[in-house]
């Protein structure tokens, strides 16, 4: 006879039903038991938790470690020395600083493992040591900064200054007047032009737009016009003819060091610059700032 009145209930033996993220404790389990992880044990002042903290930040592991006022003068020397990296970007004393970020770094992460190396002889701590350097150097302060001057900020080198260049401004908010970084050619070694007579190397252009897509641009003996609006004439100009920029370019006089070798005229040098002179939006490479901090970047 039914029984309505008495709520049914799991019986207090049955165990619960495995959760479909078990697989992954199951499979952990097995890898670390076939690895021997398993019978390792850290000391009871060291944690995994704060040893994988220590490795990402620096100057961390010493706060960890102690005493605490050496590890608040690691963390302190850890930012002084990132923003003197940011504030110099580009100079060899940036360069400087980057190194001796990764040394304090590493030293703080190895400081912090110093019970893991008790009773270790000299070239098995000497070898830690070095593999540390290594590990943090390339795992995360290289590849961080090629990201971030691959996509955010780069320093370009020109007429012996440095120019910091932002990666983010997009080629389509790009105005006349504007200055823009682009890339000369594609080839890393250069193109040859006028049959050979002139040879351009690859690198970096960086200078004004001068005119943008559908502008009429006119040449003449003293001058240049877009539009109709005369401007003072560029070195290597041409003095007579026209054209309208193409859609997607700029209109971009390059600014070149020219070395002679032979003769070249004129107008096979005029005719190349006017070529580089055509910039595809492809090429943008960035925008310069007009200042870095307190210093006014002097552009070419």
């Given at each position: 006879m039914a029984r309505p009145h008495i709520p049914e209930e799991g019986a207090a033996y049955y165990p619960p039903r495995a959760r479909w993220y078990s697989v992954f404790f199951y499979l952990g389990n097995s890898?670390?038991?076939?690895?021997a992880l398993d019978r390792l044990t850290l000391p009871r002042d060291t944690k995994i938790g704060e040893?994988?903290?220590?490795?990402?930040?620096?100057?961390l592991a010493v706060w960890l470690r102690?005493?605490?006022?050496?590890?608040?003068?690691?963390?302190a020397g850890s930012a002084v020395l990132i923003l003197f990296f940011v504030v110099w970007l580009g100079y060899p004393a940036a360069n400087f600083a980057f190194g001796l970020l990764i040394s304090l770094h590493s030293t703080g992460f190895v400081y912090y493992c110093n019970p893991l190396l008790a009773g270790e002889p000299l070239h098995r701590r000497l070898a830690f040591t070095f593999l540390t350097l290594l590990a943090i150097g390339l795992l995360l302060y290289m590849p961080a900064r090629n990201y971030c001057q691959g996509h955010w900020l780069t320093p370009l080198r020109m007429n012996g200054r440095v120019i910091v260049v932002q990666r983010i401004f997009q080629p389509r908010h790009v105005q006349r007047g504007d200055w823009v970084a682009y890339a000369l050619?594609?080839?890393e070694q250069g193109e040859a032009h006028n049959g050979g007579a002139v040879w351009v190397q690859a690198g970096m252009g960086l200078g004004p737009v001068l005119a943008v897509a559908g502008d009429q641009v006119s040449f003449s003996t003293n001058s240049f016009s877009v539009n109709g609006s005369s401007q003072v004439r560029r070195s290597h100009m041409p003095v007579a003819g026209g054209f309208?920029?193409?859609?997607k370019h700029w209109f971009i006089w390059p600014n070149l060091d020219i070395s002679g070798h032979g003769n070249v005229s004129e107008a096979s040098i005029s005719g190349t610059m006017?070529?580089?002179?055509?910039?595809?939006?492809?090429?943008?490479?960035?925008?310069?700032?007009r200042r870095w901090f307190w210093r006014e970047q002097i552009l070419p």
């Open positions: 890898l670390r038991r076939r690895m040893m994988i903290a220590g490795f990402f930040v620096p100057g102690g005493p605490r006022l050496w590890g608040r003068a690691a963390l050619h594609e080839d309208t920029v193409l859609e006017l070529t580089l002179a055509s910039v595809n939006q492809t090429q943008f490479f960035g925008q310069p700032l």
